[in-house]
């Protein structure tokens, strides 16, 4: 458009055209516009002397009051107050050493700092083995004058602090242990009531805790436990209140230090139902009694869980207790079939032996890769589950039998879990789409994660033969496409199938 063409409004400063010539009737004007000669300045549109409506100049002094408006939120509202930084931990199980089912009490810097450094030489460390944590035994009897539990003078001479600085320079995390009561589970001093103390020296003067206190040591990890339990009249507040206490003051402290919070492990041993609320307080969670390193307790561990799996996900798991894997009797396929177990259904994995003395066979058991994957999924945080029972009626409680056929997802594929509960070797065989997670009408490549094969395609059925007694089973299928045409029945599970008629199929 030419300058000619253009006039100003010199109440508004708005530049607008100017109209051909001949008169206009404009939308919103009160009358009749007449022509006026080029380039003259005059209050209203194309320049022109004009009436304007009620309308129009209302109109106006709001559009010039919503620009004001504009401007000045702009440059006056609040930014957004910035979010509060994710300080989860532990959104996996972990995995590590605990010095528990190995030594008990018989525990020293001498050992603790030798089977760190085994799970470095065995390459545990590498696979992920790096929580090293010290179980119940390591203090004084009595907390000091000023109310601090000590460190044994005998069994930790150069103190917790140096020893932990050793364990992080080996590249690992350190753990300690303590008690929800008055005494732990060995009558040293329990952390109740001491959660939260009114401090005389300290750098946060509102409160002195036995969380810091684990934290100047250099510790991560603190495994919690439920013995030596106050009488009703002074607790007055359930075991999940006692619980609450710790917790609470690891998030003080977290929140005063600026430090992310100790990995709490609540070791509540499962009798009150810890799977529905200790996820509020901490990352994993004891869900049976202690286990021991025979067949009947891990069949007994297996047997509890497989009702509760469900609880699994990231930075809350069902703590299934510390791997008996080369310990005790157990034989080559129990001890794969417990860690199998522990590994598909999200638990914890500590190992509790004696690294010095571990055989090649056990080392390889803890070192399998395949099911460690599974184990430290990053994209499915999930259990296994049970899907068929087996022996037993579905959900029927068996500790001598329990469930047989478990299946789950994973990033990868579909993960089966087959146990041989029997005292002899046994064929296990199941329908693929008995699973939640298969597609019916598909076919599956199959890998075997034990044997580390490719073992062919499974349409609509799949057995294991010849399971070994008290063995495992342990398969990864993938999607290999559309059945083949004929592979069956209309449908792989009959009941309800139908065809469009409404002639259900035979079997149906």
């Excluded at 000619?4 to 010539?21: F, N, Q, R, T, Y």
């Excluded at 080029?38 to 209050?43: A, E, F, I, N, S």
């Excluded at 080559?332 to 066979?361: Q, V």
Aim: with cysteine; aromatic share 10%; net charge negative.
């Amino acid at each position: 458009m030419t300058p000619d063409k253009l006039v100003a409004s010199g109440d508004m400063g708005i530049i607008v055209p100017h109209p051909p010539a001949g008169d206009r009737k404009l939308p919103g004007l009160s009358e009749v516009v007449s022509p006026a000669p080029p380039h003259q300045c005059r209050v209203g549109l194309y320049g022109t002397t004009l009436k304007p409506s009620l309308t129009l100049l209302a109109g106006s002094l709001a559009l010039l009051l919503a620009s004001s408006l504009s401007a000045w939120t702009l440059f006056t509202v609040e930014p957004a107050a910035p979010q509060e930084p994710d300080n989860r931990v532990a959104k996996l199980p972990v995995l590590g050493y605990n010095t528990w089912n190995a030594y008990h009490c018989d525990i020293n810097e001498t050992i603790v700092l030798q089977d760190a450094r085994l799970l470095v030489s065995l390459g545990l460390a590498d696979l992920g083995y790096t929580q090293f944590n010290i179980d119940d035994c390591y203090s004084e009897k009595n907390r000091s004058a000023s109310g601090d539990i000590v460190a044994d003078k005998l069994r930790f001479p150069s103190g917790m602090s140096n020893l932990t600085d050793q364990i992080h320079a080996l590249g690992l995390k350190a753990g300690i242990y303590s008690d929800s009561g008055w005494f732990t589970c060995q009558l040293y001093p329990g952390s109740y009531q001491n959660e939260y103390r009114p401090a005389t020296f300290s750098l946060y003067p509102e409160y002195f805790l036995d969380a810091k206190l684990f934290q100047d040591w250099g510790f991560d990890y603190l495994k919690f436990d439920n013995c030596a339990i106050p009488y009703d009249g002074i607790i007055r507040e359930g075991i999940v209140g006692k619980y609450k206490r710790m917790a609470d003051a690891i998030a003080q402290l977290s929140k005063a230090s600026g430090k992310p919070p100790l990995i709490f492990s609540l070791c509540e041993w499962g009798e009150e139902q810890p799977w529905l609320w200790a996820r509020r307080y901490g990352q994993s969670w004891r869900t049976t009694g202690d286990i021991s390193p025979n067949w009947g307790s891990i069949t007994d561990i297996i047997n509890q869980n497989s009702f509760i799996a469900w609880a699994s996900d990231f930075y809350g798991h069902n703590d299934m207790d510390i791997l008996e894997v080369g310990n005790g009797d157990l034989t080559y396929e129990e001890a794969k079939t417990h860690f199998t177990a522990w590994a598909l259904m999200k638990s914890p994995l500590l190992i509790g032996t004696d690294l010095s003395n571990i055989s090649k066979r056990d080392l390889s058991i803890l070192k399998n890769e395949e099911i460690l994957a599974i184990s430290q999924d990053p994209v499915v945080g999930t259990s296994v589950t049970p899907f068929r029972w087996g022996i037993n009626p579905d959900w029927v409680s068996n500790r001598t039998h329990p469930a047989q056929f478990w299946s789950g997802e994973s990033q990868n594929g579909t993960v089966f879990m087959l146990i041989n509960t029997l005292d002899h070797p046994a064929d296990l065989s199941f329908s693929l789409t008995e699973s939640p997670w298969i597609r019916a009408g598909r076919q599956y490549a199959v890998r075997d994660l034990w044997t580390h094969t490719e073992n062919g395609t499974a349409v609509r059925n799949y057995t294991a033969h010849r399971v070994p007694a008290h063995g495992v089973v342990a398969l990864l299928l993938t999607d290999a496409g559309d059945e083949p045409p004929h592979a069956g029945p209309p449908c792989a599970r009959p009941a309800w199938c139908i065809s469009r008629n409404g002639t259900l199929v035979p079997g149906a």
